[in-house]
């Protein structure tokens, strides 16, 4: 009996170890090209978050794990959002001036169009693109958001940390996510590539 059942245990843990380091590789290959069950292989990912996160953080850096996982969502939800018609962008308050005279309310900042960061550009082009942008403080401000409206496609810009932790959030809540990283992180002075937001605007239009 115990026999049977430590057979099976070992039998879980070596398929679980497989099935984990495939989805890992999947993953790194997609940040260069399409993979195929990105889906399948993303919820591997999110099952094993916390242990995947620990190796990493003893034997590497746990931004590369984000980074991966991104990128694999990214694809899996690339089809479906372009089926969404109420759509938001999410951005951190921290891509805003230092000295930027727009007020905070429950659902983050309110962009007055300034000029003195790329907040006055993407709320033109959000608008352009039929979005409705938020700078939010914190990824709790998403659930204040999320009472704005019923929406089912939100845009996310952060970092690879702050993008998955979201989009496993979100995951369940009829809504379909896409992440679109920055250039740096640190929550101070962050920035992120301005043309490839409005590449991906484009894409996820057509």
């Known amino acids: 009996m115990y026999r049977t059942i430590g057979i099976l245990v070992t039998g879980i843990f070596i398929v ?23 889906g399948f292989f993303a919820g591997i990912l999110d099952f094993f978050y916390m ?17 991966w996982m991104v990128s694999l969502k990214n694809i899996s939800n690339r089809n ?3 089926k969404t018609t109420k ?9 805003r001036a230092m000295d930027c005279p727009a007020s905070s309310k429950k659902t983050g900042i309110q962009c007055i169009s300034c000029g003195k960061c ?35 496609g939100a845009l996310l810009i952060a970092c690879d940390y702050e993008l998955n932790k979201v ?3 979100l995951k369940g809540k009829n809504l379909i996510t ?29």
């Open 178 to 206: 896409y992440g679109i990283p920055m250039l740096n992180d640190g929550c101070f002075n962050t920035e992120v590539e301005y043309e490839e937001v409005i590449e991906t605007l484009e894409l996820l239009s057509s």
């Open 51 to 67: 242990p995947l996160k620990y190796f990493f953080y003893k034997f590497s850096d746990p931004r590369i794990l984000d980074k």
């Open 118 to 152: 790329i907040f006055t550009r993407l709320k033109q082009d959000a608008a352009k693109y039929g979005y409705d942008l938020y700078i939010v403080t914190g990824s709790s401000f998403v659930k204040h958001v999320l009472k704005e409206k019923d929406y089912d």
């Open 80 to 82: 479906d959002f372009k």
């Open 16 to 38: 679980s170890v497989l099935l984990a380091a495939l989805a890992l590789a999947v993953s790194r290959i997609s940040l260069n090209r399409h993979v195929w069950l990105s």
């Open 87 to 95: 759509r938001m962008i999410i951005a951190p308050h921290c891509m």
């Open 167 to 169: 989009m496993m959030g």
